[in-house]
């Protein structure tokens, strides 16, 4: 996943709302989001390649998302960042616990950023240099380097949910994918992550397609003061949408 918008704890009918893109390849088989046969309790879409995912949530509120620092290096054999959510998902352990647990084993995986939590507090690693951060209420972005950094897609994305939210007492889905949906090229401040400029223009969009790679889905994730989930997922191939997903229950305490 290369994008993931959010406000935690600061709107009066949304205790946390999510806008996350994932950009993968197009022939890497996945599966879209699902309660999954063998945890039935977790809802997210499946890495059929490693069997992970990018971004999930439990029916008890254990919400877990990830994406890839970007780099140029090269990595090595690694462990599949997937796992990185399907092990929190599927553990009891506070999301603090959790993080200091993989702290010891953290670069036994490429590049990461993941945040892991509940709709009342989330918590962010990443294995690139910083230590482990309660994330603050308000709106966040994360993309391919670290939370909140001012690349232009985190730029606009996030000025663009700040605004709907506080425009509104409500959270409009099409709103929020509209915003996932935008593939406007930076102009400039572009990243440097080693990339060629030309690849890190076509990379700089919220939606990106390129070749064979490019944004393959776009979630919301709503979840309100009184704990009932929305979860709306569509999936791409070539800018084109082949499905959605719609989901709705209550977080079990």
Same mark, same amino acid.
């Given at each position: 996943?290369?994008?993931?918008?959010?406000?935690?704890?600061?709107?009066? $009918?949304?205790?946390?709302?999510?806008?996350?893109?994932?950009?993968?390849?197009?022939?890497?088989?996945?599966?879209?989001?699902?309660?999954?046969?063998?945890?039935?309790?977790?809802?997210?879409?499946?890495?059929?390649?490693?069997?992970?995912?990018?971004?999930?949530?439990?029916?008890?509120? %254990?919400?877990?998302?990830?994406?890839?620092?970007?780099?140029?290096?090269?990595?090595?054999?690694?462990?599949?960042?997937?796992?990185?959510?399907?092990?929190?998902?599927?553990?009891?352990?506070?999301?603090?616990?959790?993080?200091?647990?993989?702290?010891?084993?953290?670069?036994?995986?490429?590049?990461?950023?993941?945040?892991?939590?509940?709709?009342?507090?989330?918590?962010?690693?990443?294995?690139?240099?910083?230590?482990?951060?309660?994330?603050?209420?308000?709106?966040?972005?994360?993309?391919?380097?670290?939370?909140?950094?001012?690349?232009?897609?985190?730029?606009?994305?996030?000025?663009?949910?700040?605004?709907?939210?506080?425009?509104?007492?409500?959270?409009?889905?099409?709103?929020?994918?509209?915003?996932?949906?935008?593939?406007?090229?930076?102009?400039?401040?572009?990243?440097?992550?080693?990339?060629? $400029?030309?690849?890190?223009?076509?990379?700089?969009?919220?939606?990106?397609?390129?070749?064979?790679?490019?944004?393959?889905?776009?979630?919301?994730?709503?979840?309100?003061?009184?704990?009932?989930?929305?979860?709306?997922?569509?999936?791409?191939?070539? %800018?084109?949408?082949?499905?959605?997903?719609?989901?709705?229950?209550?977080? %079990?305490?």
């Amino acid at each position: 996943m290369c994008l993931i918008l959010f406000q935690k704890n600061q709107h009066p $009918e949304y205790k946390l709302v999510i806008g996350a893109n994932r950009d993968e390849a197009y022939d890497r088989p996945t599966a879209p989001a699902h309660f999954w046969e063998e945890h039935p309790d977790i809802l997210a879409g499946r890495d059929l390649s490693k069997c992970g995912t990018w971004l999930g949530i439990t029916k008890s509120g %254990r919400i877990a998302a990830v994406t890839n620092i970007r780099s140029n290096e090269e990595q090595g054999e690694k462990k599949s960042r997937g796992d990185l959510i399907r092990n929190f998902l599927v553990q009891d352990t506070s999301p603090k616990s959790y993080l200091k647990a993989l702290e010891r084993d953290k670069h036994a995986y490429a590049g990461f950023n993941l945040l892991v939590g509940n709709p009342d507090e989330l918590f962010y690693l990443n294995n690139d240099e910083s230590p482990i951060v309660q994330v603050t209420d308000g709106v966040h972005g994360l993309s391919n380097h670290h939370l909140d950094t001012p690349w232009p897609k985190v730029v606009n994305g996030t000025k663009g949910l700040n605004s709907h939210l506080d425009a509104t007492h409500q959270a409009d889905p099409e709103v929020i994918f509209e915003l996932l949906a935008n593939e406007d090229k930076a102009v400039e401040n572009l990243p440097a992550t080693g990339l060629p $400029e030309e690849l890190e223009r076509s990379l700089s969009p919220a939606f990106i397609d390129i070749g064979n790679y490019g944004t393959r889905s776009s979630t919301v994730l709503l979840v309100d003061h009184d704990d009932k989930v929305t979860f709306i997922e569509r999936t791409f191939k070539n %800018r084109r949408q082949i499905d959605e997903s719609r989901f709705q229950f209550d977080i %079990r305490r």
